[in-house]
């Protein structure tokens, strides 16, 4: 295992884990298919520094957990946080779809309790909105959990903004523990967080941690207006749904691309480098908040490449400039932050 040192970015940098699980689980996502693949991965986060894990019992169909239990994350000193959606599987008969009713989230967690070999999680996420179970059901629950010592925080994710006050103010009114981390969707070319949610989660005290920092492969230099093999990626045409076409796959991101490659070429910078020094030094994001970036890699050699992009100063203002006219270009077809 690799020594570590105090990690040196402005922000907090979470490893997100949706690439990690058994093959065939996940094609749109998975690439690391071993336990010891996995340890590679571990070891180099660790090296920089950080060691807070992102996962979710629907990654890898469950096999994420089961490898990163199999790793046992409290030897290795890793704070784990992971999350309980509509489509985890926790044991329930076919055909029956988890939901955020009191007993799917005692029994979610417990499953994902014994794949993770974990007592606790730091943070335990609702993945998206379930929303045909009443908010007080779900969070007097969830409070019953907090105090029995299953988990440090509460999460939310793919929430719109009035649920995240709604739901804060119940669990005031209630004297229930509230939510205190948001995850959600943000980059330099989606930021339809900033107007509503930011200042919503700003007032009730949440922190943000972003996920797709680099708009799933699309703000890379992998990515080009007359592709048409997209084998291997996020963006490759036999997967369905394609969440991340929907996103990104048109032509006026494809123009905010072409204004940030003019930009970056000046200075050898990638576009991956530029994205995610975006992220650390010129977003919404702020450490003072518990802001943090959830970084993915599809193996340890490009994870050491993002952690040490993430380790570098601001952007020269010429980048900073082009992200801003990309935006502009793109904000009028930018997909909503929930869901």
């Excluded at 920089?48 to 957990?65: C, F, N």
């Excluded at 990638?270 to 518990?290: F, I, K, M, N, Y």
């Amino acid at each position: 295992m690799a020594d570590a040192h105090d990690p040196t970015t402005k922000m907090k940098i979470v490893l997100g884990t949706m690439t990690i699980g058994k093959e065939g689980t996940n094609p749109i996502a998975t690439r690391i298919y071993t336990v010891a693949e996995a340890g590679e991965l571990l070891d180099t986060f660790t090296s920089h520094g950080h060691k807070e894990i992102d996962t979710a019992r629907v990654y890898g169909g469950g096999t994420t957990e089961e490898f990163l239990g199999q790793l046992d994350p409290d030897k290795r000193g890793l704070i784990i946080d992971t999350k309980l959606s509509r489509s985890s599987k926790i044991g329930l008969p076919d055909g029956v779809p988890t939901t955020h009713r009191p007993e799917h989230l005692r029994q979610g967690l417990a499953v994902s309790l014994k794949a993770l070999n974990l007592d606790k999680v730091d943070i335990y996420y609702l993945h998206a909105p379930d929303r045909s179970t009443p908010y007080e059901d779900t969070f007097r629950e969830l409070n019953n959990l907090y105090n029995e010592g299953k988990f440090n925080r509460i999460g939310i994710s793919n929430y719109m903004a009035w649920e995240v006050a709604q739901i804060v103010e119940i669990c005031e009114r209630n004297g229930w523990v509230k939510p205190s981390v948001y995850q959600g969707i943000y980059n330099a070319f989606h930021r339809g967080a900033e107007p509503e949610l930011f200042p919503c989660l700003r007032k009730y005290g949440l922190s943000f941690y972003q996920f797709n920092p680099l708009a799933g492969g699309f703000l890379t230099d992998r990515l080009h207006r007359d592709q048409a093999d997209f084998q291997g990626s996020r963006f490759d045409l036999e997967y369905k749904p394609q969440p991340y076409r929907t996103r990104y796959w048109k032509d006026e991101y494809l123009d905010a691309l072409d204004i940030l490659r003019a930009a970056v070429k000046k200075h050898g910078i990638s576009e991956a480098e530029a994205a995610l020094r975006w992220s650390v030094h010129h977003s919404a994001l702020s450490r003072d908040h518990g802001d943090a970036v959830i970084i993915g890699a599809s193996g340890a050699t490009q994870l050491e490449e993002n952690l040490t992009n993430l380790e570098k100063g601001p952007l020269p203002d010429d980048v900073v400039t082009a992200f801003e006219e990309g935006w502009q270009k793109v904000k009028g077809v930018c997909v909503p932050y929930f869901r």
